[in-house]
């Protein structure tokens, strides 16, 4: 009897959700893109030269698309990185242009 009494606090406890991980695919959280959004721009605005032009979208998701021009493969890997290391990012879409800039 003692058996049925665990098996019942166990999936009491299951049903709850206590310690029991959401199954595979379930959706993800809402992100606010309104709070992600000025975090990246301010991060780009501090590692990058200010002649990059970054235009920063994110939707509800968490996925960033980082759209624009920089000048340099190094640049566009910092840009990503960057964007990444913002917490709520699920995703960074890289629609970057490498386009070197020349002083006249």
Same mark, same amino acid.
């Given at each position: 009897m003692a058996w049925k009494k665990l098996v019942a606090t166990v999936a009491l406890g299951a049903g709850l959700?206590?310690?029991?991980a959401a199954p595979a695919g379930a959706e993800q959280p809402m992100t606010d893109p309104t709070a992600?959004? +000025?975090?990246?721009q301010n991060k780009?605005?501090? #590692?990058?030269? +200010?002649?990059?032009?970054?235009?920063?979208? #994110?939707?509800?998701?968490g #996925? #960033?698309?980082l759209l624009g021009d920089v000048e340099s493969d190094g640049e566009e890997k910092v840009a990503v990185d960057a964007a990444k290391s913002i917490p709520g990012v699920t995703q960074v879409k890289d629609d970057l242009r490498v386009m070197p800039f020349y002083a006249p």
């Open positions: 959700g206590l310690g029991v992600i959004q +000025p975090q990246i780009l605005d501090r #590692v990058l030269s +200010p002649d990059d032009q970054i235009e920063v979208k #994110v939707d509800a998701n #996925v #960033v698309a």
